[in-house]
């Protein structure tokens, strides 16, 4: 499965999440977020100290990186959704999740498959086209298509570009942008 079956659950976790969080109240929201957090870290101590979880060390084979910290990427993502969610509320948190969400998985695999021009280190044009493209039109079930286009478009130069966790900063930049355009609740 593979880098595949990874960035399908990076995808899951920004989409999902984001639904959570809509469907949940701001106290539920945080304590989702929160718990998510947690476990996380619960799990990722668990596997470094060599434990057996059962089913989760099962997807964690398919979807982890060789020689990276086990569960790293989703407490980043569930990190990154507690400040947005602390400093900007649940339909900006939605907004950054579903933008790093589809926007990284999407770029991954295309710059994979199609990458031949490279922007830095292993990003290629090509693949963050193709997030940005794909981050935009999922935002438009969000917020206004020009929105949209511009939170993907920031987001998508962060991935490319930005040497820290894009898990991270993806989700406080487009929450950022998103405030700056005054763009209201979703």
Avoid at 78 to 87: K, P, R
Avoid at 91 to 112: I, K, N, P, Q
Wanted: glycine share 12%.
């Amino acid at each position: 499965m593979g880098e595949t079956f990874r960035q399908t659950v990076h995808l899951l976790m920004g989409v999902l999440g984001a639904a959570i969080i809509l469907s949940l109240d701001d106290l539920g929201a945080l304590i989702f977020v929160s718990a998510a957090l947690v476990a996380q870290f619960l799990a990722c101590d668990a596997f470094t100290r060599g434990y057996d979880v059962p089913v989760l060390s099962r997807v964690m084979d398919e979807s982890e990186r060789t020689g990276k910290v086990p569960l790293k990427g989703g407490i980043a993502y569930a990190a990154g959704a507690l400040f947005c969610l602390a400093v900007f509320g649940r339909e900006y948190t939605a907004v950054g999740l579903v933008t790093v969400g589809v926007l990284d998985s999407v770029a991954t695999v295309v710059g994979l498959r199609f990458g031949r021009h490279t922007l830095v280190g292993s990003k290629s044009l090509e693949g963050t086209v193709a997030g940005v493209v794909a981050a935009a039109l999922a935002l438009a079930f969000l917020i206004p298509w020009w929105a949209a286009a511009i939170v993907a478009a920031v987001g998508g130069i962060i991935e490319a570009f930005f040497p820290l966790d894009d898990n991270v900063a993806v989700q406080v930049g487009a929450c950022v942008v998103l405030a700056g355009l005054g763009v209201g609740g979703i």
